[in-house]
């Protein structure tokens, strides 16, 4: 309601303005339309940029999105795919010191974005370690040697 009323009051300038002969109301009146007009004409060649920044970024997009899609790393799905499979593909494009375990499986490409995995590499990849003892670890019930007895450690969060 109120900025209607606000709204309003640009027209009354001008029509007391050359009702009343008042100058200082023809001028409020001509300077309020004049701001208006180039606030539209900044809005509209804005506008006009931003379309065509779209427009001409779009094949690039198309291509990164296309590239960088972790469902790659998921041939059949999330959930029919196995994990670890899932994870060495994630990570192959994460790390750039992790081995992958499957060599012939799809590899996020480096370039991508890194939040994909959110975790931190354990110290022994760091390292360039071999973390297959991590999974006999698990396998026989311990942990495994860079988690530390109580599952917290250096892996992953």
Same mark, same amino acid.
Request: with cysteine; charged share 15%; net charge neutral.
């Given at each position: ?61 198309? %291509?990164?999105? &296309?590239?960088?899609?972790?469902? +790659? ?6 959930? $029919?795919? /196995?994990?670890? @499979? ?33 975790? %931190?590499?354990? &110290?022994?990849?760091?390292?360039? +370690? ?6 006999? $670890?698990? /396998?026989?019930? @311990? ?15």
């Amino acid at each position: 309601c109120w900025s209607i009323a606000v709204g309003l009051l640009v027209p009354l300038c001008g029509y007391l303005g050359v009702k009343q002969n008042s100058a200082g109301l023809m001028g409020c009146f001509s300077w309020c339309n004049a701001l208006h007009c180039c606030c539209g004409l900044f809005s509209m060649v804005t506008m006009a940029a931003v379309i065509f920044c779209t427009v001409a970024a779009s094949p690039g997009i198309f %291509e990164f999105l &296309e590239r960088c899609d972790p469902i +790659q790393c998921a041939p059949q799905g999330f959930n $029919a795919t /196995a994990s670890n @499979r899932v994870v060495d593909c994630l990570a192959a494009g994460t790390w750039e010191v992790y081995t992958p375990k499957f060599p012939n499986g799809p590899r996020l490409p480096s370039e991508c974005p890194k939040f994909f995995l959110d975790c %931190e590499l354990p &110290e022994a990849v760091r390292a360039g +370690q071999d973390l297959q003892r991590t999974s006999q $670890a698990r /396998a026989a019930g @311990r942990a495994p040697y860079w988690e530390g007895a109580n599952g917290g450690g250096l892996g992953p969060r």
